[in-house]
């Protein structure tokens, strides 16, 4: 928290105050104790509270001055609740009577309270431990809150007994994937249909949502034939031309709150576009902007690195893509099977055998992973799971691409991940992890079967279009195992936050 000069006010700030040095000259004299965008906010309130006497009042002023998308709450000495402020950034209050909350994310609510009331933008809320008032900025007239049941229990957010959030959410995996292949069906259909109808279809998504993106990519084409453009959130707009009345924007995202994600759906929806989102967090600004939503129901995620949230989203792609030729049940078989392998992935023997061999690569610089087609995504996640928990450089190519100059990077036991599974890349990314290991690199082998290739071989049964899942689970546990393996904390990396709301 970030305090005032007299000490007795109180502010903590999720956002950045893109206008901090225009607000900054209203406020000198003050004492500054650091260089923050946020000490300036907490100064502003505490000038505009001689003036009114009225802490709401002092924070609605400041607020609305800011630019930017920010949340605030503050607390004062002299006033018996808090108020917490919205005009961008998430922010959600707990309603348990006595004991009222007030937080950035909802899962961090679910010991207390699954009854909750999201602000919306321009919002600000008077909190007392038993009282909760809600005014916008423009009126001092109350609102009626909406207030939404959570349907997460407070042990789905908890460790359950693992030393992590990570591994907890890695070995979840099996149950989310179960689940989607009983539940979610009728949506999958509902969604192809739109799609169907739809001129062309933008799947749109930061980071890892994003590479699940593009694994929906590769499974629309060769499932359906269906043509379904990746984007990247922060680059969506530069598509500008080809979004219209007849476009379809589907939103990928675990938290629902990334700020890149939400303006790509503001855009299309700018634009006329329809918009649904796949999205893990129910009552999150995404599921709230979108047209319509279809919830992962992966539970909580808390990790930073996303894990169940990523092989959600694969399966509910693989389930529309199916929709679309009618072959949903052998979607659902595969989903099944994916169950199965990565049972076998979690299975004490198999992490004993991935523990070994992340401590075996604990001090490597670079790690490099390769795959083609639909493990091509599967390549990018899983370096950029390595990159964020065990810092280790990670790069995922398209095995392809190895001749046209990623080769050049390859050095004496360099190690390489390759994913082989049984499908139509298998015979050229074999290839490619020859040309690897003919320059000295150690190939580990992620496949349904050894090979001579591979110095180091982490077998996946076949799954057909479901493979992918349990070839990234391999990868997130490796991840897992290189963090522990070198003394980091992997549920909070470094420079990392879980919602990137800015
Ligand atoms: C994944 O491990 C990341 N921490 C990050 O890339 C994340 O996937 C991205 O920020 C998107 O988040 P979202 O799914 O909540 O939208």
Same mark, same amino acid.
């Given at each position: 928290?970030?305090?005032?000069?007299?000490?007795?006010?109180?502010?903590?700030?999720?956002?950045?105050?893109?206008?901090?040095?225009?607000?900054?000259?209203?406020?000198?004299?003050?004492?500054?104790?650091?260089?923050?965008?946020?000490?300036?906010?907490?100064?502003?309130?505490?000038?505009?509270?001689?003036?009114?006497?009225?802490?709401?009042?002092?924070?609605?002023?400041?607020?609305?001055?800011?630019?930017?998308?920010?949340?605030? !709450?503050?607390?004062? #000495?002299?006033?018996?609740?808090? !108020?917490?402020?919205?005009?961008?950034?998430?922010?959600?209050?707990?309603?348990?009577?006595?004991?009222?909350?007030?937080?950035?994310?909802?899962?961090?609510?679910?010991?207390?309270?699954?009854?909750?009331?999201?602000?919306?933008?321009?919002? /600000?809320?008077?909190?007392?431990?038993?009282?909760?008032?809600?005014?916008?900025?423009?009126?001092?007239?109350? /609102?009626?809150?909406?207030?939404?049941?959570?349907?997460?229990?407070?042990?789905?957010?908890?460790?359950?007994?693992?030393?992590?959030?990570?591994?907890?959410?890695?070995?979840?995996?099996?149950? !989310?994937?179960? *689940?989607?292949?009983?539940?979610?069906?009728?949506?999958?259909?509902?969604?192809?249909?739109?799609?169907? *109808?739809?001129?062309?279809?933008?799947?749109?998504?930061?980071?890892?949502?994003?590479?699940?993106?593009?694994?929906?990519?590769?499974?629309?084409?060769?499932?359906?034939?269906?043509?379904?453009?990746?984007? /990247?959130?922060?680059?969506?707009?530069?598509?500008?031309?080809?979004?219209?009345?007849?476009?379809?924007?589907?939103?990928?995202?675990?938290?629902?709150?990334?700020?890149?994600?939400?303006?790509?759906?503001?855009?299309?929806?700018?634009?006329?576009? *329809?918009?649904?989102?796949? !999205?893990?967090? #129910?009552?999150?600004?995404?599921?709230?902007?979108?047209? #319509?939503?279809?919830?992962?129901?992966?539970?909580?995620?808390?990790?930073?690195?996303?894990?169940?949230?990523?092989?959600?989203?694969?399966?509910?792609?693989?389930?529309?893509?199916?929709?679309?030729?009618?072959?949903?049940?052998?979607?659902?078989?595969?989903?099944?099977?994916?169950?199965?392998?990565?049972?076998?992935?979690?299975?004490?023997?198999?992490?004993?055998?991935?523990?070994?061999?992340?401590?075996?690569?604990?001090?490597?610089?670079?790690?490099?992973?390769?795959?083609?087609?639909?493990?091509?995504?599967?390549?990018?996640?899983?370096?950029?799971? /390595?990159?964020?928990?065990?810092?280790?450089?990670?790069?995922?190519?398209?095995?392809?691409?190895?001749?046209?100059?990623?080769?050049?990077?390859?050095?004496?036991?360099?190690?390489?991940?390759?994913?082989?599974?049984?499908?139509?890349?298998?015979?050229?990314?074999?290839?490619?992890?020859?040309?690897?290991?003919?320059?000295?690199?150690?190939?580990?082998?992620?496949?349904?079967?050894?090979?001579?290739?591979?110095?180091?071989?982490?077998?996946?049964?076949?799954?057909?279009?479901?493979?992918?899942?349990?070839?990234?689970?391999?990868?997130?546990?490796?991840?897992?195992?290189?963090?522990?393996?070198?003394?980091?904390?992997?549920?909070?990396?470094?420079?990392?936050?879980?919602?990137?709301?800015?």
């Amino acid at each position: 928290p970030h305090f005032d000069c007299s000490g007795k006010l109180a502010l903590i700030h999720n956002g950045i105050v893109d206008n901090y040095e225009e607000l900054g000259k209203k406020i000198r004299g003050h004492k500054l104790l650091g260089q923050t965008d946020s000490e300036i906010i907490v100064h502003l309130i505490e000038r505009e509270l001689t003036k009114t006497q009225n802490l709401l009042s002092a924070v609605k002023k400041v607020a609305k001055m800011t630019t930017g998308f920010n949340a605030f !709450v503050v607390i004062h #000495q002299d006033y018996p609740y808090l !108020v917490a402020a919205k005009t961008g950034s998430p922010l959600v209050i707990g309603l348990n009577p006595g004991n009222n909350l007030v937080s950035s994310d909802v899962a961090s609510l679910l010991s207390h309270t699954n009854k909750v009331i999201f602000l919306e933008d321009n919002q /600000i809320a008077r909190i007392s431990p038993d009282e909760v008032r809600l005014e916008n900025f423009s009126s001092v007239r109350e /609102i009626k809150p909406l207030v939404q049941t959570i349907n997460w229990t407070a042990k789905s957010a908890s460790k359950s007994g693992f030393p992590h959030f990570m591994l907890k959410e890695i070995y979840d995996q099996p149950a !989310v994937l179960a *689940k989607i292949a009983e539940s979610k069906v009728k949506e999958a259909r509902q969604l192809a249909s739109s799609i169907a *109808k739809a001129k062309n279809v933008f799947a749109v998504a930061c980071g890892t949502a994003s590479y699940a993106a593009l694994a929906g990519q590769y499974l629309f084409a060769c499932i359906a034939g269906q043509q379904v453009i990746p984007a /990247i959130g922060s680059e969506f707009y530069y598509y500008d031309g080809a979004i219209g009345t007849r476009s379809l924007c589907l939103a990928l995202s675990q938290s629902g709150e990334t700020i890149d994600t939400l303006q790509s759906v503001s855009f299309a929806k700018s634009r006329g576009a *329809k918009t649904v989102s796949l !999205v893990n967090v #129910q009552g999150s600004s995404l599921d709230r902007l979108s047209d #319509q939503t279809i919830l992962l129901a992966a539970g909580p995620e808390k990790a930073v690195a996303s894990t169940k949230a990523f092989s959600a989203k694969v399966a509910l792609l693989l389930l529309t893509a199916s929709a679309l030729k009618r072959k949903i049940p052998r979607a659902v078989i595969e989903i099944k099977q994916a169950v199965r392998a990565i049972r076998k992935i979690l299975s004490p023997d198999y992490q004993k055998y991935l523990k070994k061999l992340a401590s075996g690569f604990k001090h490597v610089h670079s790690i490099f992973i390769l795959g083609r087609g639909i493990s091509y995504p599967a390549a990018l996640e899983a370096a950029l799971k /390595i990159k964020e928990v065990s810092y280790i450089h990670a790069e995922g190519f398209a095995a392809g691409e190895l001749k046209h100059g990623v080769i050049a990077l390859i050095s004496q036991r360099t190690p390489c991940l390759v994913f082989a599974p049984n499908d139509e890349t298998y015979s050229d990314v074999i290839s490619g992890a020859m040309e690897v290991k003919a320059r000295g690199g150690l190939i580990i082998g992620i496949s349904h079967k050894p090979n001579p290739q591979f110095d180091y071989y982490l077998p996946v049964a076949d799954s057909g279009n479901a493979t992918i899942l349990g070839n990234v689970v391999v990868a997130q546990c490796l991840a897992y195992y290189l963090a522990v393996a070198r003394g980091l904390d992997p549920d909070m990396p470094r420079n990392l936050a879980k919602s990137v709301t800015v």
